[in-house]
Every structure is written in structure tokens, then in C-alpha cells.
């Protein structure tokens, strides 16, 4: 608790919101990094010609 010009503040609901806001914010970031790298993913994976010609060649000998 810091009292200031008489006010009394409890300074640990204020840390713990700046730890909250800093753990929200690093959620945020991971869920954009995890969506980017899904759709780069994707857009590797329609891309992919080595792999495509892999299965091909895998549907052509059965395996």
C-alpha cells in the first residue's frame, strides 16, 4: 500500500494488471505468429512441387 497526499493505493492490483496486460499481449502475439505461420504452411504445401510429384509417383506405383 503507498498513500499518496492521502490517498491510499493498493500498488499490487497494479502490478498484477501490468503483468495481466503484458501476459494478454504476448497471447496476442503468439496467436498472429501460429495464424501467420498456418497460412505460410499452406501456402507452401500448394506450392509444393517436389511433393506433388512425390504422390504422383506414389499413385503411379501404387505406393
Known sequence: M???GGITFDLSYATEAERLADSLGQVVKQQAHSRAAARAAQ???TENGAGQVLKAVQRLTDG
Open 2 to 4: 503507498s498513500d499518496f
Open 43 to 45: 501456402h507452401l504445401v
